[in-house]
């Protein structure tokens, strides 16, 4: 290859540098969400069940729902319900039925542009669960399950972000396309010159 073929290499290689997946470091860890327990409508926050925490690498859950006390613990990319011990399922009787847990004020931390892109659910529980989600939240719905019993009660959700590439950083990529197109020109030019000079 050519040394003007490698600064060109080179000019790529840099500006792809410059470029990344936001979702590839993508985390909640240093976040702060919103936990709220809905019931007995999707509009009635029960018993004043509305709290925030930090998202932090070992959280402690949060006893968040009355049934059975409904722990959530919100992790780095996921959002884990549990219940070690056998309960029973109420449903929501007010105007628009709902016994729903709520995360939100989701931002993946270095990379608030993210919106959630997609929600796997790994469940021991094997009544109905409604999950549903938008770019900064995701709920989930206990509701139509009045009277199911469980021995324990384990709901993951695992949150992917959005991957698009975004330029990271792109003054710095400009300054680096700049300075290596500025030196192909210049080891053109000299060649040029010494061909012309050569041929005197």
């Known amino acids: 290859m050519s040394v003007l073929g490698r600064i060109h290499l080179t000019a790529v290689l840099l500006a792809i540098s410059c470029l990344s997946s936001p979702a590839d470091a993508a985390t909640l860890i240093g976040d702060t969400v919103r936990i709220q327990h809905f019931f007995p409508d999707a509009s009635s926050v029960y018993l004043g069940r509305d709290t925030t925490v930090e998202v932090v690498a070992d959280p402690d859950a949060t006893d968040i729902a009355h049934f059975g006390a409904i722990n959530i613990n919100v992790e780095s990319d996921r959002i884990i319900f549990t219940r070690n011990q056998g309960g029973d399922i109420q449903e929501g009787t007010g105007a628009d039925p709902c016994n729903c847990m709520v995360v939100s004020d989701i931002d993946w931390v270095g990379e608030p542009s993210l919106e959630i892109q997609s929600i796997t659910v790994t469940s021991t529980f094997v009544q109905n669960i409604s999950v549903s989600f938008d770019a900064r939240s995701v709920t989930a719905d206990f509701s139509g399950n009045q009277g199911a019993t ?51």
Not at 168 to 195: C, D, F, W
């Open 150 to 200: 469980f021995e324990e009660l384990t709901v993951v959700l695992n949150v992917v972000p959005a991957s698009v590439p975004a330029l990271r950083n792109p003054l710095l990529g400009v300054l680096v396309l700049t300075l290596v197109g500025s030196a192909a020109i210049a080891l053109q030019k000299g060649k040029s010159e010494a061909k012309n000079f050569s041929d005197v």
